[in-house]
């Protein structure tokens, strides 16, 4: 037997292990690159403007009513249809939903929408025994005076302006222009709608995304996020601040009220996707190499070695780009570098 075989078989006798490199002097195995897979999707480029969550514009009410105001409802008071706005010489002005105002005193003989408005107010307050039609007849006077005993108002049967508010919907007062003791004819209220609602004053010239029915995403300040659909574009154009550019109101109601809670008067962020790429292939932007040759291309690792796939780019959107070119194909793994 040779020396070295004998060293060999002392050192098996001894115990080969204390010979043998421990597991925490072996160097660590080399750590895989992330990957990430080709993937088929919609991309979107997303613009973010400032807005500002409340109830919206503000209207005014002026009083019609001759007289002197002896009752006001205060501030952030939500008047519903068929609820009191205000008392003049202690009679009712009340509250009516559509969007026709009352132009004319309505009474027996009359026909035309806004008797139809009138009549269908009727029947949501519970009053009946006449059909909501476009004709005032002597059952819609009947109705109307069963109403005006109810409100303590005079019997007359007949509706005029001077008791009789007009609005889309149930309304919230914003202000308080006049006073007990005032006259009824002057300015009484500035009103908005009941529901929270974002405004947004976009610039003219970057407003092409603002249209009824466009769908946006309001981030609110508390960190979430929340969908909303732009309800109302405004026609009148307002001057820039500090000369900026001129801006319309745009109006976007909260999809998901809850989402907002009780937030009143904040600013938000509202997003709107300016340009959408549906149904392209799209890696995160962090895949890309710069290839010696020019252009971008992909790392791919497999059993034959490291290849670049060139790529041509389309749009970047959201921390993603648009790829095609020859191979790319959806699900194909790629190394992410590092």
């Not at 060293?7 to 992330?34: E, F, I, K, M, S």
């Not at 400032?50 to 209207?59: D, F």
């Not at 500090?242 to 801006?247: K, L």
């Not at 937030?263 to 300016?274: I, W």
């Amino acid at each position: 037997m040779s020396g070295a075989a004998v060293t060999v078989a002392a050192g098996v006798a001894l115990g080969v292990n204390q010979w043998a490199p421990r597991p925490h002097d072996q160097p660590p195995p080399p750590t895989p690159h992330p990957t990430t897979v080709i993937k088929r999707e919609s991309i979107a480029q997303v613009v973010t403007v400032e807005g500002r969550l409340g109830y919206g514009t503000e209207n005014p009410l002026d009083g019609k009513t001759p007289g002197t105001i002896t009752w006001l409802a205060g501030a952030d008071t939500i008047i519903k249809r068929g609820g009191t706005l205000l008392r003049v010489d202690n009679e009712r002005v009340v509250l009516l939903h559509g969007a026709m105002p009352v132009y004319r005193a309505l009474a027996p003989g009359l026909t035309g929408p806004d008797v139809k408005q009138l009549e269908r107010n009727l029947s949501a307050l519970g009053y009946a025994g006449f059909t909501a039609d476009d004709e005032f007849t002597s059952a819609t006077a009947d109705a109307v005076r069963r109403w005006q005993h109810d409100l303590g108002r005079p019997e007359t049967g007949r509706v005029d302006s001077s008791w009789v508010v007009i609005a889309k919907g149930d309304v919230r007062i914003s202000e308080v222009r006049a006073r007990v003791g005032d006259p009824g004819t002057g300015p009484i209220y500035t009103w908005t709608g009941t529901q929270s609602v974002v405004t947004v004053k976009a610039e003219v010239g970057k407003a092409g995304w603002a249209r009824t029915g466009t769908k946006v995403t309001v981030s609110l300040p508390t960190g979430k996020d929340t969908k909303g659909t732009v309800t109302s574009v405004g026609a009148k154009i307002s001057p820039g601040t500090d000369g900026g550019e001129p801006t319309i109101p745009v109006t976007i109601r909260i999809d998901d009220r809850k989402t907002a809670g009780g937030l009143r008067d904040t600013p938000v962020e509202v997003g709107y996707v300016s340009e959408e790429r549906k149904d392209v292939l799209a890696v995160p932007v962090a895949a890309l190499l710069a290839l010696p040759e020019g252009g971008y291309g992909l790392q791919l690792d497999g059993p034959g070695g490291t290849r670049y796939l060139p790529v041509k780019l389309g749009m970047f959107a959201g921390g993603k780009v648009e790829v095609s070119g020859d191979g790319v194909t959806a699900g194909l793994q790629v190394v992410m570098p590092q």
